[in-house]
């Protein structure tokens, strides 16, 4: 599968040592470096995404303008309900602590009034009206609201993002695979004259091009592999210094699987940059007699 | 009838082997550089199977673009051509490396790798060939011998001389056994000794079997090669009142033999 790469001394020597500090590993190093930081983020993102959806979808709140009189009774209520699996009263005290952060010592006035506010959580595919008439015969003018209804917006924008981080990892894929054919070009007209004597000779494009694919496919994948062990530094330092994913986030980091995937990017960027270039060379010297 | 019937079965022979005996026949083949004028024209003639040929003709007859012709470096832009018993003219592009196998080329500027050395210049067609390190090695040592390079196997083209360059361009095009060679001033760059053993290397080859075409100016080289057929081009078109290269004769026996 990979003899391509290992081929015999006397085919290595024929493109000689000419053009050996070609930038090509470097503009891929670069590209793989930022597509596995990118990739990173994506996936952090996703996993923030679906504990956030996971933890909002059988969460609900219960909420009765100016009732902070009748938390004891909603609370009652939604305990002895066999479909409620969890009950978080909301103090008053916690309450007005939390209005204090928009309105300030005002949030303290016993003017202002509280809502009363119980979060619960609901077994799997238990209905919430059901439990809407019990508490609004103990607190009328009570609400039901669900919490992924609140939370839809977020999720939204966290899901746009990791689309946002995919397309930024195919465009530099593609931003590779450019840079690829870019050289694979510019070797082709470095080594013209080779080309010419070998084709003159016999050579078929298969063998021409057989050269300049073991060379691109180790710019590849020392570009591909260095720009990634790069990245995999940043992020060890990130995640565990300055705790990168948490504050990206809120909370959620990256997973063993996670590193799996980012492994994977780039020997596939590898593998497309390989393919890229020989196609590039092979229509290339097509377009010769 | 049965006499009729032999005769018409006795021409038909005739014809077969006289396809069978040449080894490239042009049929008014014409040739032009992008939109310029034709600088080979009507070309019509056949080269016998193992003959020797000169060719010869002032400075921008065409015998450099004659000779891409037959090396296979530009196709006609009209006219027909078979080599080898072949179509050419419409062969598909993927066909024509098998062609070029067949083909040892000497070309006027040598077209050596720089970057390779001697030994790796002249091994460069058995590679090409698929041939295996150790089938490679041994002939190219005795090829070197040959053209006098044994001491400079792993010498690169730009630290040898002209005429060094000008052996390992020719042991390059003769280390495959070609059946036809194609030899562009072979001897433009060696002295009179080693010209004459490199047309000795002709010759050889040429017993064996190959067909050996030689554009040159060197008169010398013509006449110390008794039994060679000579072609002239002239403004781009072939000079051939005999008729000869229409229908080569057998090629005399043993070519060389001054």
């Not at chain 1, 000419?18 to 590209?31: L, Y």
């Not at chain 2, 490396?97 to 210049?121: C, E, K, M, T, Y």
Request: hydrophobic share 50%.
């Amino acid at each position: 599968m990979l003899g391509w790469l290992f081929v015999a001394p006397s085919e290595r020597r024929v493109l000689g040592s000419e053009g050996a500090r070609r930038p090509t590993p470097w503009v891929i190093a670069i590209m793989s470096f930022s597509m596995v930081i990118v990739a990173a983020a994506g996936l952090a993102l996703a996993h923030s995404a679906s504990m956030i959806s996971a933890s909002a979808a059988s969460r609900y709140s219960v909420q009765v303008p100016g009732g902070a009189g009748r938390l004891a009774a909603i609370e009652r209520v939604l305990r002895s309900d066999p479909s409620v699996t969890n009950v978080e009263p909301v103090s008053e005290s916690e309450m007005r602590k939390t209005l204090g952060r928009w309105l300030g010592p005002a949030a303290s006035s016993r003017d202002l009034p509280v809502p009363a506010l119980v979060n619960f959580d609901l077994r799997e595919g238990a209905d919430p009206t059901r439990l809407s008439g019990r508490v609004a015969a103990v607190a009328p003018g009570a609400s039901i609201a669900a919490h992924r209804e609140s939370l839809a917006p977020l999720l939204r924008s966290l899901r746009a993002l990791q689309w946002l981080a995919l397309g930024l990892v195919v465009l530099m894929t593609v931003a590779a695979a450019s840079a690829v054919v870019l050289a694979a070009r510019g070797a082709l007209d470095t080594h013209r004259f080779t080309i010419d004597v070998m084709h003159g000779i016999g050579a078929t494009d298969l063998q021409i091009t057989h050269l300049f694919q073991r060379r691109i496919a180790i710019d590849a994948l020392a570009g591909s592999f260095a720009g990634a062990a790069a990245a995999a530094l940043v992020l060890l330092a990130l995640i565990a210094g300055a705790r990168f994913a948490g504050e990206l986030t809120g909370g959620a980091g990256l997973d063993p699987s996670d590193a799996l995937v980012l492994l994977l990017l780039p020997l596939a960027l590898t593998l497309i940059a390989t393919f890229v270039g020989r196609a590039a060379v092979l229509s290339t010297l097509r377009s010769a007699l | 009838m049965g006499l009729a019937r032999r005769s018409a079965c006795l021409a038909r022979r005739v014809e077969r082997d006289r396809h069978l005996a040449a080894i490239v026949e042009f049929d008014s083949v014409g040739l032009r550089y992008g939109t310029g004028a034709e600088v080979l024209r009507d070309l019509d003639f056949r080269l016998a199977q193992g003959g020797f040929y000169f060719l010869t003709g002032p400075s921008g007859a065409g015998k450099t673009s004659l000779l891409k012709l037959l090396y296979l470096a530009q196709r006609p832009t009209r006219g027909r051509i078979q080599l080898f018993g072949e179509e050419l003219s419409e062969a598909a592009r993927d066909a024509l490396p098998a062609f070029r196998r067949r083909i040892g080329v000497v070309f006027q500027d040598f077209r050596l790798i720089r970057h390779l050395s001697a030994f790796d210049n002249v091994a460069l067609p058995l590679r090409i060939a698929g041939k295996g390190e150790e089938e490679v090695e041994g002939p190219v040592r005795e090829m070197l011998a040959w053209v006098g390079l044994a001491d400079r196997s792993s010498a690169r083209p730009p630290t040898l001389s002209g005429g060094e360059q000008q052996r390992v361009a020719i042991a390059r095009a003769v280390i495959n056994r070609p059946e036809l060679l194609v030899a562009d001033e072979p001897t433009g760059n060696v002295d009179a000794e080693m010209a004459q053993r490199l047309l000795h290397l002709f010759t050889s080859l040429n017993r064996l079997g190959t067909t050996v075409v030689v554009a040159t100016h060197d008169v010398g080289l013509i006449g110390a090669t008794p039994g060679a057929q000579m072609i002239r081009l002239e403004q781009g078109t072939m000079v051939d009142r005999t008729g000869a290269l229409r229908n080569p004769p057998a090629p005399d026996w043993p070519i060389g033999a001054a």
